[in-house]
């Protein structure tokens, strides 16, 4: 992407993601319909870098925690959403229908990014040579980088963990119908969205640190409150699917502040090879969110106690970024 630039990248993505759709709509086998699935994984990858390169290419501090706020609330909104969507659509048509309506929707977006999308690669991008190993470890070594991408890796672990660990607990459980689970997880997706704008609202009046602090206590909060409902509630209450979706809800509300924020600390060094950091910060957020998510759920413990522990983490994460993010304004007040 630094070397081709980031429509080119872009497009390719797009293409991929098409062909990955159309073989999974006629698929016959188990094998293809898994290759298919991963081949749309491999183009997501590039779309998704572009995004974030995109960004860090055209802005800078709050305006750049903005709009990796409203990326990342996005990225977190279609686990809720796509299996309602998906399900509307299999149900209505049958089970291929929505990777048919996967092709549309992509060929819409590779119409729309050939006539709209500018491209942002700065002139000054420094290009890559074969795989950039040197490049990612010169990158992981910096603490700044490092304090802020795991954050990222908190965030998307909690709702990693939340995602496998609700059909359980609210279908087993809660005993929710199909139905409902759809409409409550769809319901907490514009949560999500809802809570993303009014942090993205208010990020240029309180500043990044602020944001990070108040991203941090909500999934304490989140945390605590699932404690709490185990310890003290009866054990019909604590059946109940609210028992478990309100904490939800404080800890991705705290999700939605630290993200933006967290992104924007962690790419803003690297204005000049923004296509290899942003996607290093992408393999650190997936990565470690789903390694913290697999060892949660592997641990010998009720769904609730897994899900407050990788809250807890997210919690800490952030608040140690607050803290990071204190020193940074103190270096750079220093040099002015």
Known sequence: MDNYGRKPV??????????????????TTPTVFVASRLLQGVAVCCTAVVAFSGVRDRLNGDDAARAYGFLNGTLNIIPALAPLLGGLLAEAFGWRAPFWFLVCYALAVL????????ETRPADT?????????????ILSDRNFLSFAVVNSGAMGMALTYVSLAPNVLMGTAELTPLQFSLVFGANGFWIMLVSYFANRIIHKVGRPICLATGGVLMGIGCIGLLLGVSLLSGAAQTHWLAYMLPVAFACAGLAFVMGPATSYALEPYSNEAGVASALVGFVQMAGGAALGLLAMAMPLPPKLSLALVMLAGCLLALHARQRSKQIKSQLKKIA
């Open 126 to 138: 420094v290009r890559v040579k074969g795989l950039p190993v040197r490049q990612y470890a010169r």
């Open 10 to 27: 872009a497009l390719a993505g797009v293409v991929i993601y098409m062909i990955g759709a159309a073989m999974a709509a006629l698929a």
């Open 111 to 118: 119409v729309l990014i050939a006539l709209r999308l500018p």
